[in-house]
């Protein structure tokens, strides 16, 4: 039998870890010849990053984002580590190059004059616009083809934002006629903005391209073809002086072996509608289960097995597994979570077990008990009632523990009760979807799309209770 390790002092590990480093390859810096320019590459390359949805954020005790897994693939590559050091703005991280703070930025930093006068723009090339964002299916006006057609037409921006501005020069160059409606900055997101949008609440808003593009794998339906600026261009920086670090970087993406479509694809376009804030039924497909003989699924031995060792109900573990999976033990998510109970690899690996076991549905299930039961003497302290607590669990073993202190502490600092998750606690985690609250200095492990894990508890305890109704 494997030993397995003690969750709860790896639940501080991996959230003192996600928001400061990552090791990747060997662990000295070496030499490098780049078409006869001899660089030397520093052990471990210190990264400034923004924390947000697409560049860098911890999703289940797991760093993952565009910016920071090609920033892994690129120190891999040349064999050596990075540490990632998480800055609120642009112009904070342009400041730590400045002062040899950090040695790269590896967020996206606009190609304009003033930036390229302090630093050196090399890396990945992109490129993005300012997009109107509609929903074509609810829209009880007629499409918005043009600016043009925006006259008469309300849009909804964050006040004293890049947005508010553009939106006011547009209607100055149209001549007038736009009904801008101003809500308040950093209390509500992009993405607040876009989920409204979808859900008819507001009929159109504008944000910036990529940002919509990533929406699309949760808002599917949304039209943001209608560019309200012009393309802006950005790229990686480090400082004047680093043109070795420079030009690895550049070799390193010009390289024609050097893909990142898949990456590009994994952030953009898969869909991550696992739960999704929309008009939904959460018991529309448990109503095709038969529950024949009082059997729920083809792994009731497994869930019930694993209830004996644990103490837990085995409907509530075969609750997590549903919503989960619905009972695939062969399902890989988009952020690679797997099997039936969607274990984390790295997560797996911190109990002495393969990814790949985890497409056995009796090692996830083991796997998953043990997070369970790790978690619940996590809590036990700060969540006495064990009714309580048991949302509490649920949320952290959907999130990873990380988010879920930070929601504690949000709530304590905000008036809310910490030691009950509806409307408390759960409006807290709600809350680290914002600038103003995932910045916060309380916050210790950043961005947290919060209501992807409210939903995630509120489906598992109606599946529970579903579950017990029935057997």
């Given at each position: 039998?494997?030993?397995?390790?003690?969750?709860?002092?790896?639940?501080?590990?991996?959230?003192?870890?996600?928001?400061?480093?990552?090791?990747?390859?060997r662990?000295?810096?070496?030499?490098?010849?780049?078409?006869?320019?001899?660089v030397?590459?520093?052990?471990t390359l210190?990264?400034?990053?923004?924390?947000?949805?697409?560049?860098?954020?911890?999703?289940?005790?797991t760093?993952?984002?565009y910016?920071?897994?090609l920033?892994?693939r690129?120190?891999?590559?040349?064999?050596?580590?990075?540490?990632?050091?998480?800055?609120?703005?642009?112009?904070?991280?342009?400041?730590?190059?400045?002062?040899?703070?950090?040695?790269?930025?590896?967020?996206?930093?606009?190609?304009?004059?003033?930036?390229?006068?302090?630093?050196?723009?090399?890396?990945?090339?992109?490129?993005?616009?300012?997009?109107?964002?509609?929903?074509?299916d609810?829209?009880?006006?007629?499409?918005?083809?043009?600016?043009?057609?925006l006259?008469?037409?309300?849009?909804?921006?964050?006040?004293?934002?890049?947005?508010?501005?553009?939106?006011?020069?547009?209607?100055?160059?149209?001549?007038?006629?736009?009904?801008?409606?101003?809500?308040?900055k950093?209390?509500?997101?992009?993405?607040?903005?876009?989920?409204?949008?979808?859900?008819?609440?507001?009929?159109?808003t504008?944000?910036?391209s990529?940002?919509?593009?990533?929406?699309?794998?949760?808002?599917?339906?949304?039209?943001?073809?209608?560019?309200?600026?012009?393309?802006?261009?950005?790229?990686?920086?480090?400082a004047?002086?680093?043109?070795?670090?420079?030009?690895?970087?550049?070799?390193?993406?010009?390289d024609?072996?050097?893909?990142?479509?898949?990456?590009?694809?994994?952030?953009?376009?898969?869909?991550?509608?696992?739960?999704?804030?929309?008009?939904?039924?959460?018991?529309?497909?448990?109503?095709?289960?038969?529950?024949?003989?009082?059997?729920?699924?083809?792994?009731?031995?497994?869930?019930?097995?694993?209830?004996?060792?644990?103490?837990?109900?085995?409907?509530?573990?075969?609750?997590?597994?549903?919503?989960?999976?619905?009972?695939?033990?062969?399902v890989?998510?988009?952020?690679g979570?797997m099997?039936?109970?969607?274990?984390?690899?790295?997560?797996?690996?911190?109990?002495?077990?393969?990814?790949?076991?985890?497409?056995?549905?009796?090692?996830?299930v083991?796997?998953?008990?043990?997070?369970l039961?790790?978690?619940?003497?996590?809590?036990?302290?700060?969540?006495?009632?064990?009714?309580?607590?048991?949302?509490?669990?649920?949320?952290?073993?959907?999130?990873g523990?990380?988010?879920?202190?930070?929601?504690?502490?949000?709530?304590?600092?905000?008036?809310?009760?910490?030691?009950?998750?509806?409307?408390?606690?759960?409006?807290?985690?709600?809350?680290?979807?914002?600038?103003?609250?995932?910045?916060?200095?309380?916050?210790?492990n950043?961005?947290?799309?919060?209501?992807?894990?409210?939903?995630?508890?509120?489906?598992?305890?109606?599946?529970?209770?579903?579950?017990?109704?029935?057997?």
């Amino acid at each position: 039998m494997k030993k397995l390790k003690t969750f709860a002092t790896i639940i501080f590990i991996i959230s003192a870890f996600v928001m400061t480093s990552c090791q990747c390859g060997r662990k000295k810096g070496h030499e490098i010849d780049l078409d006869g320019m001899h660089v030397q590459l520093p052990d471990t390359l210190r990264v400034g990053m923004l924390n947000s949805p697409t560049t860098y954020f911890d999703y289940r005790g797991t760093p993952m984002g565009y910016d920071y897994e090609l920033m892994s693939r690129f120190t891999k590559f040349y064999g050596i580590e990075f540490k990632v050091i998480v800055g609120g703005t642009i112009s904070e991280m342009i400041q730590w190059l400045d002062e040899g703070k950090i040695d790269v930025l590896a967020s996206p930093v606009p190609v304009t004059a003033e930036f390229q006068d302090r630093v050196l723009l090399c890396g990945p090339r992109n490129v993005s616009n300012q997009v109107l964002v509609q929903n074509i299916d609810l829209s009880k006006d007629s499409v918005v083809k043009d600016v043009t057609d925006l006259v008469g037409r309300e849009v909804s921006v964050q006040n004293d934002s890049k947005y508010y501005y553009r939106i006011i020069n547009l209607d100055e160059e149209i001549g007038g006629g736009i009904k801008i409606k101003t809500v308040a900055k950093d209390t509500i997101s992009d993405d607040d903005l876009l989920n409204m949008v979808w859900k008819g609440e507001i009929p159109l808003t504008i944000v910036d391209s990529d940002v919509a593009e990533a929406a699309l794998s949760y808002y599917p339906g949304l039209d943001i073809s209608v560019k309200v600026s012009l393309d802006q261009y950005s790229r990686w920086a480090v400082a004047s002086e680093s043109q070795g670090i420079a030009k690895a970087l550049d070799k390193w993406f010009a390289d024609e072996k050097n893909d990142e479509r898949d990456l590009f694809k994994k952030y953009y376009h898969l869909s991550k509608l696992e739960f999704f804030d929309g008009p939904h039924d959460d018991l529309e497909d448990l109503r095709l289960l038969t529950f024949t003989d009082g059997r729920i699924s083809n792994y009731d031995n497994v869930f019930k097995a694993a209830a004996k060792k644990s103490g837990l109900d085995w409907r509530l573990i075969a609750a997590i597994a549903y919503v989960e999976s619905h009972f695939d033990a062969d399902v890989r998510s988009w952020a690679g979570a797997m099997g039936i109970m969607q274990v984390m690899p790295r997560t797996a690996e911190s109990y002495d077990y393969t990814p790949e076991e985890m497409l056995n549905p009796s090692k996830c299930v083991d796997v998953a008990i043990n997070i369970l039961s790790d978690l619940n003497n996590l809590f036990e302290k700060k969540v006495p009632d064990p009714i309580e607590r048991e949302n509490f669990i649920l949320a952290s073993y959907n999130s990873g523990p990380g988010h879920i202190l930070d929601a504690i502490a949000l709530a304590n600092k905000y008036g809310l009760n910490s030691q009950k998750w509806d409307d408390n606690v759960e409006v807290a985690a709600i809350m680290k979807s914002k600038p103003a609250y995932y910045r916060d200095p309380v916050v210790k492990n950043g961005y947290f799309r919060g209501k992807e894990t409210v939903n995630f508890v509120r489906k598992v305890q109606s599946t529970y209770s579903y579950f017990k109704d029935r057997t």
